[in-house]
């Protein structure tokens, strides 16, 4: 094979292994196959195909005092370009004070797992067809009603590669779709978005999104104008799954130790074990679960306070944040495991938020409430204060009021001025838990799977004079 030729995945990934006596290495070589459709003013607008790789070299060094790291990370793809990857990390390493996360690299992978030898899988074009078949009538019926629809889908299958020198060889293959629609009036008062995700576009329910797109554009057609204030409010799944997302990243146990985030108690302590909810809640994750499935070891290209690259190919259990409404467990790596003795809980990459018994439906809950706001998403959302885990955000694409179990129309745009875990604590009901999209946090983690809330007074600080 040429110097210039692009490398199966699996033999970058070998290639990258060849250390100096006494070093080790690991390395990640992801391979990225996207489908994409974008739609605008009633028409498909672009659409294309693309590949890509990225690839991550971690050198381990022995230095005085411990393990020094060197990370390099580039779309390297031939001999050559790995070459100087390689070299990349080697410097870096040689440069490095001892790592404060070392620990011995991970021996032992979950049990079973896909074939190494396999190549990446691409994504099917398919998928896409299914999407762009179902906006062909959705057109039609919207440039009738005088609406326009607007839109991103997209079908991603990410193949990562994961070999170390203490001989893990793991593949992981990722499939991933979304469906994002925005339907408008041509003046723009009035407008609604729906997002739905999973594992293929095939599988989602794009008559079912326009329907919903439909209904609320309907719902708008009256306009009613609202101070700031607290509203009993409903927030939808998908506004949920933002919140909690946000509640997620903040889980971190080195900084709940140190006193810097919503989880830390007096002394250095920690709150795990209080209950913050009298609703008993579970927020949880796990590697296996129907429809969420995400990646059963952790894959860490640069290391955090919380997610270590000595981790690589940890095997992934299933994990509760929170258990019938107490906190459970914060993140930590192997290392701030056992300097704080507890056991080590990596991130895992979905998220999942359960009332047990819940069986109520959003509509439910709308027909049992006699005065209300019912939102479809936020957006722009911005931590505020990391001690509250304060946030604030916008309303976006339609805020409705329901009156004796009826929606009666759409009211302004507001600024809000919240914290998720405080709105746990005040929640009172919960509908039941169903897969999502977030809106604004997708990009980051799109597999979740949320209940509705009834908050009985959630905080519209402003009115904003957005549309």
């Not at 293959?173 to 994002?180: I, N």
Request: aromatic fraction near 6%; include cysteine; hydrophobic fraction near 40%.
């Amino acid at each position: 094979m040429s110097r210039y030729s692009l490398l199966p995945a699996q033999e970058a990934a070998e290639r990258a292994l060849e250390a100096p006596a006494g070093h080790q290495r690991i390395a990640i070589v992801q391979e990225m196959s996207e489908i994409e459709l974008r739609f605008a003013n009633n028409t498909v607008s672009t659409n294309g195909r693309r590949r890509d790789r990225r690839t991550t070299v971690v050198t381990f060094r022995p230095v005085p005092g411990g393990t020094a790291v060197g990370v390099a990370s580039s779309a390297a793809g031939t001999a050559a370009e790995l070459a100087q990857l390689v070299e990349e990390s080697e410097a870096g390493a040689a440069g490095a004070a001892p790592a404060e996360d070392a620990f011995p690299l991970v021996e032992d992978g979950p049990p079973g797992g896909e074939p190494w030898e396999e190549p990446p899988r691409q994504a099917e074009v398919g998928s896409v067809h299914h999407v762009a078949g179902a906006l062909g009538p959705a057109f039609g019926r919207a440039q009738a009603e005088g609406e326009v629809l607007a839109g991103f889908a997209a079908q991603h299958l990410h193949t990562t590669y994961l070999a170390t020198s203490t001989g893990l060889r793991l593949r992981h293959t990722q499939p991933a779709a979304k469906l994002e629609m925005v339907g408008r009036s041509p003046q723009g008062d009035r407008s609604a978005w729906v997002g739905l995700g999973g594992r293929d576009l095939a599988d989602l329910d794009v008559a079912g999104a326009e329907d919903t797109l439909r209904g609320r554009l309907a719902w708008a057609e009256r306009r009613l104008d609202l101070p700031a204030g607290r509203y009993e409010t409903l927030l939808p799944p998908a506004a949920v799954a933002d919140l909690m997302i946000f509640m997620s990243a903040a889980m971190g146990g080195r900084d709940a130790e140190d006193g810097r985030s919503v989880f830390s108690a007096p002394g250095g302590r920690t709150r795990v074990g209080e209950a913050l909810s009298p609703t008993p809640f579970t927020l949880r994750g796990d590697p296996a679960e129907p429809g969420l499935a995400c990646a059963p070891f952790l894959v860490a290209s640069v290391s955090g306070r919380d997610v270590s690259v000595f981790d690589n190919g940890l095997p992934l259990e299933p994990t509760s944040w929170l258990s019938e409404g107490r906190l459970q467990r914060l993140r930590y790596h192997r290392a701030g495991a056992a300097r704080s003795g507890v056991p080590p809980a990596p991130p895992i990459g979905n998220l999942l938020l359960e009332v047990p018994g819940a069986t109520s439906s959003l509509e439910e809950m709308v027909r049992s409430t006699q005065r209300a706001l019912l939102l479809t998403c936020l957006w722009y959302i911005r931590p505020v204060d990391p001690a509250t885990l304060l946030l604030t955000g916008l309303t976006r694409d339609g805020v409705y009021l329901v009156e004796d179990g009826e929606v009666v129309g759409a009211v302004n745009n507001f600024r809000f001025n919240e914290s998720p875990v405080d709105l746990l604590a005040r929640a009172s009901e919960a509908g039941r838990t169903q897969a999502c999209l977030a809106r604004e946090a997708n990009e980051w983690l799109s597999r979740t799977a949320m209940p509705a809330l009834r908050i009985p007074d959630f905080n519209m600080s402003t009115v904003s004079p957005a549309s």
